[in-house]
């Protein structure tokens, strides 16, 4: 799916939501690496991001062409900020209710409320698709990401322990959510 631009105003800066463009593959690539390194909180750690700019521009295609996901590009007065994302489950017609999200911004992006104002957006977008459960996994800490997944009406249900270890030695568990329409 394509998310045509819209633009918003928060804290006084200028914010642009859209689908992303495929000759940003190389941006989004850098994006990962970046992001992955300034949080514990995301799927691995910056080394272990290995894709080709080819993968990036696939999974661009990919969101942008599926009619059950979407990948939203977030700028703030210009610069890319970040992204959110939802892909329907591609299993049989028992899971295609479900979609599963994701969202990441750079450090630099976060508390100033962007992220409730994509969320807001890409939960919009999955519920005009017709999907009536949403679904997402969080770190056990995170408590930025939990407190604004609770407000939005996710509720927990359930939880992986130990689902992540870290190099030094600690372990983290996994948090599953999910929203219901
Ligand atoms: C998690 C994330 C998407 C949240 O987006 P954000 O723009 O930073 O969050 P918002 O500014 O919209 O704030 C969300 C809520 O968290 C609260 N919050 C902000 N900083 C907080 C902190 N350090 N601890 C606890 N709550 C915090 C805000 O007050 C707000 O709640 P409120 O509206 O009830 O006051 C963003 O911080 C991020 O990308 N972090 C790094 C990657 C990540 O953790 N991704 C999620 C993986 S599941």
Redesign the pocket.
């Known amino acids: 799916m394509l998310l045509a631009e819209q633009r918003y105003t928060l804290d006084d800066r200028e914010i642009i939501l859209r689908s992303a463009r495929l000759d940003e593959a190389q941006m989004l690539y850098d994006y990962l690496k970046t992001?992955t390194g300034?949080?514990r909180?995301?799927m691995c750690e910056a080394d272990e991001v290995n894709y080709t700019p080819l993968q990036e521009e696939e999974f661009i295609k990919s969101h942008n062409e599926a009619e059950d996901a979407l990948l939203i590009l977030a700028f703030v007065d210009g610069e890319y900020a970040?992204n959110?994302s939802f892909e329907g489950r591609d299993g049989s017609r028992r899971e295609s209710h479900r979609a599963g999200i994701?969202?990441?911004?750079f450090?630099k992006?976060?508390?100033?409320?962007?992220?409730?104002?994509?969320?807001n957006v890409l939960l919009r977008e999955i519920k005009k698709s017709g999907f009536s459960q949403v679904e997402?996994?969080?770190?056990d800490g995170?408590?930025?990401?939990c407190?604004?997944y609770k407000?939005l009406g996710f509720k927990e249900c359930g939880r992986i322990p130990n689902a992540n270890r870290y190099d030094d030695g600690t372990y983290a568990d996994d948090i599953l959510m999910v929203l219901q329409w």
């Open positions: 992001v300034e949080t909180f995301l970040g959110c994701g969202i990441a911004l450090q992006y976060t508390g100033f409320g962007l992220g409730r104002m994509m969320l997402l996994t969080v770190v995170n408590e930025r990401a407190r604004l407000s």
